[in-house]
């Protein structure tokens, strides 16, 4: 045991603690590690949904790699942090082929921006939208991340004007540069992207009815013709989350409106279906609706018309009515649209325009909510202010215009729909003046409280409203099928993105190097010790005998 003891003396009697001493300090010094939080937020991930086996949205969530901006990536290690308005379509595309990541800084207020840049905003919307894309993707409107982005964007343009002025530094200058400056990582953990399969999409149905005692028995029994109006609610676009609601609170203004009327003076029976499920779906929960009640009820069969709503609170001063096969004189639906025309009129520059369109069975998704009518032979139209269904605002997530502007125009549009089902309803001219006023007048105040409803998943305002108005209220739900199924939706929407102050790659090894260095130098002094000492000795001692 002593003799153990003496050994690990020795140990300590050589050289090897004084390279400890020396080394060790500088070591934790340099070792200490160099990585500081510079922000930590929440982020939202772009959309991820599957239709028809067709796969669209980002599909993957892990991220840890360092980020660049629009000018200075080049490889799928890095990371991409740009603003939104300042990414190309060409630059996404390309991004999407070969970055690592993308994390993207949403404006605040589109409504300021120029029409320009509104239409470039919808458009790359639009294309990131109609594809998969294979790298995660991420959304912020932190401010925060300006800061960041004008850090990783400095050194570009310092490096373009230098070259613009026909100045170049030195090699040395540049290695210095490049090790001296800061960069960032990007670390998003601890989310999935697995498919929810228990999602579902809700559809609620109500009925407006006669309240006279023995006018109406059963669903069956009643003889009065039947309108259905329908609308959907939109729960994700780009990002998942509630978007404007537009044409469900015109939906639910007509339901409030016409209950109060149409209770007195019953000619039809008006029934109001809400779809959680737009365009971007293939409008999969109408099409659960009809493959449901189509066969169990023959009146459903024999509506003299389907009103569906989309994008009808859009900047624009027409109403488009969209059929997939134009209404012959006479009809039912010729009708309506001659007297909306007529109705329409009333209100300065509004006019009311019908387009054409027939249902291409080759494509996987279709143009608007009234084709899944008329796939059934029953006479559909949709009423938006887009002429064509491929606008790129039809689905976008920014609000374009200010929201009292907004409000006036759904205004508007609610008044010519309501006054336009009404004189058709009860056969009044539509030329005669206004039928809703008074208590019943259609005003911002009026619309104003559904534009805040939210999806059944999240509260029961809607199902509410449709049981305080209406009777026969059911919901029933779309779910995915096990084996094959229409559609897919995605777990995991927010996320928590941290962004570190770190040191470039170059720096670790410069660090590499001079650690290597400088115990190199200590090493040798240490080693050669006896034979500096002895050569200084023999100049000092030379010197003592010159003198």
Known sequence: MFEDADNFADFFRGGLPYYLLITLPILILCSSNPVLAASEFGVQRMAQFDVHGTPYGCRASALNLEAKSLYTWQTSRHCIVARFQDMTIDQFREIRAKAGGLVIRLPEDTAQLSLEEKQHIHLLEQAMMAQEISIPVYFSRNPKLDEIINDITKTTTVSAQQKSSQQRESAIS??????????????????????????????????????????????????????????????????????????????????????????????????????????????????????????????????????????????????????????????????????????AQRYGNYTVEGVHKKINLADTLLAWEHER????????????????????????????????????????????????????????????????????????????????????????????????????????????????PDFMLYDERDALLNIYNVKPAVFDLFLTFMIVAYLAVIYFAIFYFPKLYTFVCRLTVSKTKVN
């Not at 780009?238 to 469900?248: A, I, K, Q, R």
């Not at 006479?379 to 491929?390: G, I, M, V």
């Not at 200010?402 to 009044?428: C, F, G, H, M, W």
């Not at 206004?434 to 999240?458: H, N, Y």
Request: aromatic share 8%; net charge neutral.
């Open 174 to 343: 540049e290695i210095l540069g490049s090790i001296s400056a800061n960069g960032y990582q990007i670390v998003v953990s601890g989310t999935s992207h697995n498919p929810n399969k228990q999602s579902k999409i809700p559809i609620i149905q109500g009925e407006l009815t006669p309240s006279g005692a023995g006018k109406l028995k059963t669903d069956g029994d009643s003889k009065l013709p039947l309108i259905i109006l329908t609308a959907h609610l939109d729960t994700f676009g780009l990002v998942n989350g509630p978007l404007p609601n537009g044409d469900v609170a015109a939906l639910l203004t007509l339901v409030e409106l016409f209950s109060k009327l149409h209770a007195s003076i019953p000619k039809y029976r008006l029934m109001f279906l809400i779809s959680e499920s737009g365009s971007l779906l293939n409008f999969q929960g109408m099409k659960k609706w009809l493959d449901t009640n189509l066969d169990e009820n023959v009146q459903i069969q024999q509506a003299e018309f389907v009103v569906c709503l989309d994008s009808i609170a859009k900047m624009s001063d027409s109403i488009f009515m969209h059929v997939s096969k134009p209404p012959k004189e006479g009809t039912a639906m010729n009708g309506f649209y001659r007297t909306l025309k007529t109705v």
């Open 373 to 484: 009518f008329s796939m059934k032979r029953m006479p559909a139209f949709t009423l938006s202010n887009l002429k064509s269904h491929k606008d790129p605002v039809r689905n976008t997530i920014f609000a374009d215009e200010d929201p009292e502007e907004q409000l006036d125009r759904l205004e508007t549009n609610v008044k010519i729909l309501a006054e336009s089902l009404a004189a058709y309803i009860y056969q009044l001219p539509a030329e005669g003046g206004e039928i809703f006023t008074g208590t019943m007048a259609i005003t911002k105040d009026t619309i104003r409280p559904w534009l805040q409803v939210r999806s059944t998943q999240q509260n029961n305002d809607l199902k509410g409203a449709f049981e305080k108005y209406l009777k026969n209220v059911k919901q029933i739900h779309e779910k995915p099928d096990a084996r094959e």
